[in-house]
């Protein structure tokens, strides 16, 4: 998939929703989400941290190096804060490019955050591919918020990486038509995670 991008039913929002809850439950267990991971050596305790992903919505197609969002990513913008609305999220993190940042702008504004953007970096190797240090320095970030919840808006490319990196059980590819998917990871050991794969849109 390009760095810069030119069948079964997925569940949608009303399973979002109970998806959120439930990984809004696991953070509410013991100690205000510290538990004893399963791997871990005895004493030592991990915070469960919930982080949400998304592609940035449907964008324009000019400029072709920086688009924005069309219309219609806008409007996916807006579902994607009343989807996440009640779901706790404490920090949002997006890329340097627009599109990222302006489908996390709806949410920010609701949630009173500021959206942080990272600088991605491509790889010297493989230059239609995002550095490894790139996505590391997401993954760290989302670590830094241990035991919380946290957005991640990237990439077709960018979010099956993180996902990766931060030990999904599934890691999904995303199709460049693609803008509708929710990916719920629940992070309950250091390197590893539950991925839930869901769907959210603009008439949700």
């Not at 808006?153 to 999904?172: C, K, N, Q, Y």
């Amino acid at each position: 998939m390009n760095f810069y991008p030119a069948g079964s039913q997925r569940p949608r929002v009303s399973v979002v929703r109970v998806m959120l809850l439930r990984s809004l439950l696991l953070l509410s267990i013991p100690a205000l989400g510290v538990i004893q991971a399963g791997g871990a050596s005895a004493g030592e305790d991990f915070k469960v941290t919930t982080v949400f992903l998304v592609r940035h919505a449907e964008k324009d197609t000019v400029p072709p190096g920086n688009p924005p969002l069309s219309e219609a990513g806008r409007r996916r913008a807006e579902a994607l804060a009343r989807t996440l609305k009640d779901s706790g999220v404490k920090a949002i993190f997006t890329s340097h490019l627009l599109r990222t940042q302006q489908t996390a702008e709806p949410i920010g504004k609701l949630l009173k955050l500021t959206p942080a953007p990272i600088q991605l970096r491509v790889d010297p190797q493989e230059p239609k591919r995002v550095s490894n240090d790139s996505i590391r320095e997401i993954v760290d970030k989302v670590h830094a918020h241990a035991g919380g919840a946290v957005l991640v808006v990237g990439h077709s490319d960018t979010v099956p990486e993180v996902i990766r990196m931060l030990g999904g059980d599934e890691v999904p590819s995303i199709d460049e038509r693609q803008f509708d998917d929710l990916f719920v990871v629940t992070v309950y050991e250091k390197g590893k995670a539950r991925v839930a794969r869901l769907k959210y849109g603009p008439n949700d």
